[in-house]
């Protein structure tokens, strides 16, 4: 009697065996297949009591709640392009700027400085400034300690990282131009660092063979650059503080 | 009126995010089950939750409507925490059992006129066993596993999530399997 051998004991617990009825025969009749797979059910009935916590009520909406913060940007204004709404936003937003233009024509030239100064504060801006790359580092550096950490024997789909790299690329221009403005030239400087090291991954093949993997991850190790991000994140943050106080809008809704 | 997920992806692609909000909260509590099962870490599953979410927000583009949402997620919560878990691996660090504070003792919920195998299987010693022997598979192995195991996926299926071949597929669940019986056969045996 040819017994069934455990690969074909565990494909009959799944029901994925080849001949259902042959094997539930040979198991009637033979005691050590049985026996055998008597222990199988027990060791996985087993594994099946491993418990999986409740992650709580409020759940759905909490992941709601932090996916919604990290949803790229662009996708947002995707859609309604053409509804009412933006029309209507339009034409308010025409309707302001011939009041300024014209309030600006005829408003008394001995005001202008004093507005002039709120709308230039340095302060402001850098504060602005500290908040939104420190958004923005965080964000870029796990990309990429994803693709440091990542380990693969066969091709590894970075596809996903890529389209997070160019996002950032896109944003950093943003972030830089301010850093140029308020003269903080070591956020400059770094911003502009990262962006190369962005833009490399996003020019990658979108799989990359594990010889392929390790070069990228030689030239990361080899600029620092998730050394230098942590320091500057770490200094971002520290100089936040005031920034915080400042009230609750975001990163991006402020830039 | 409630959205399918059909009729929800097509509104998500075209940037309305109310129906990406709808999506999120009809899939996070499975994909957080999976995920834990495949991590071993509620923290761990949280992240890998919210960065399935992401992904797939932003690959929706690629989706194939004529393919199921739900499976289409699956896939990329299991290549999250797969990547996570082989990270790990990577740097050796052996994953935490889940604190005693995550979850409930399942054991106090019993009555306790219930005693025999049930209460023994339940026992947070048997539960340390299985987790310990589960954190013994390799990557590949747990993530066919728990797929094929708990989330009742065949083994096709299971082999297109690992990007692999069906054959291999089945080698990782075998390997698993073997592994795990090899591993709790003495608590799961029935003299005990």
Redesign the interface.
């Known amino acids: 009697m040819n017994h069934l051998t455990?690969?074909e004991l565990?494909?009959h617990y799944?029901g994925?065996e080849g001949d259902a009825l042959a094997a539930e025969q040979h198991l009637e009749e033979c005691p050590d297949c049985r026996n055998l797979f008597g222990?199988?059910q027990?060791?996985?009935?087993?594994?099946d009591?491993?418990?999986?916590?409740?992650?709580g009520m409020d759940?759905?909406?909490s992941?709601?709640a932090?996916?919604?913060r990290?949803?790229?940007a662009r996708?947002?204004?995707?859609?309604?392009v053409f509804s009412w709404r933006w029309v209507a936003a339009g034409a308010a937003l025409s309707g302001l700027m011939v009041a300024a233009f014209l309030a600006g024509r005829f408003y008394p030239q001995a005001r202008r400085p004093q507005a002039m100064a709120v709308a230039s504060d340095p302060q402001h801006g850098e504060r602005v400034l500290l908040v939104a790359v420190g958004d923005y580092l965080e964000r870029s550096q796990m990309v990429l300690i994803?693709l440091a950490?990542?380990?693969a024997h066969?091709a590894l789909?970075i596809?996903?990282q890529q389209?997070?790299a160019e996002d950032l690329v896109s944003e950093s221009r943003l972030y830089r131009q301010t850093a140029e403005h308020t003269g903080d030239r070591a956020i400059g400087g770094l911003l502009e660092e990262l962006d190369r090291v962005l833009l490399d991954i996003t020019h990658a093949p979108s799989k990359l063979s594990p010889v392929e993997l390790e070069d990228m991850r030689r030239r990361l190790e080899a600029k620092g650059i998730l050394f230098k991000i942590r320091v500057m994140g770490s200094n971002v943050r520290n100089q936040e503080e005031p920034a915080g106080a400042g009230g609750t809008v975001t990163a991006r809704q402020k830039l | 009126m409630e959205l399918n997920d059909v009729l929800a992806v097509s509104k998500a692609r075209?940037?309305?995010?109310d129906a990406?909000?709808v999506l999120?909260?009809?899939h996070?509590?499975s994909l957080?089950?999976l995920a834990?099962?495949m991590t071993g870490n509620?923290q761990d599953?949280?992240d890998v939750?919210?960065e399935s979410?992401?992904?797939a927000?932003?690959?929706l583009a690629k989706f194939d409507e004529r393919a199921s949402f739900g499976t289409w997620l699956y896939r990329i919560a299991a290549n999250c925490s797969l990547?996570l878990v082989?990270?790990r691996?990577?740097?050796s660090e052996h994953l935490a059992p889940?604190a005693e504070s995550?979850?409930?003792d399942?054991v106090a919920s019993l009555p306790s006129s219930a005693p025999g195998p049930e209460r023994m299987?339940?026992s947070s010693e048997?539960?340390e066993r299985?987790?310990e022997?589960?954190r013994e598979l390799s990557p590949t192995e747990r993530t066919a596993f728990v797929l094929?195991?708990f989330e009742g996926m065949?083994?096709e299926e299971v082999s297109r999530v690992l990007?692999c071949q069906p054959g291999a597929a089945?080698h990782s669940?075998?390997r698993a399997?073997?592994k795990?019986?090899r591993a709790?056969?003495p608590?799961?045996?029935?003299a005990k």
């Open positions: 455990e690969e565990i494909l799944y994925e222990s199988l027990r060791v996985l009935n087993v594994v009591s491993l418990p999986v916590p409740d992650p759940y759905e909406a992941v709601w932090q996916v919604q990290r949803l790229p996708r947002r204004y995707l859609a309604p994803e950490n990542a380990h066969g789909d596809s996903s389209e997070r | 075209s940037g309305d995010t990406f909000r999120v909260e009809r996070s509590r957080f089950r834990f099962r509620q599953a949280e939750v919210q979410f992401l992904r927000y932003k690959q990547d082989r990270s691996k990577r740097r889940p995550e979850m409930e399942p299987a339940l048997v539960r299985v987790a022997a589960m094929r195991h065949c083994m990007e089945k669940v075998f399997v073997q795990l019986r709790l056969e608590i799961a045996s029935p």
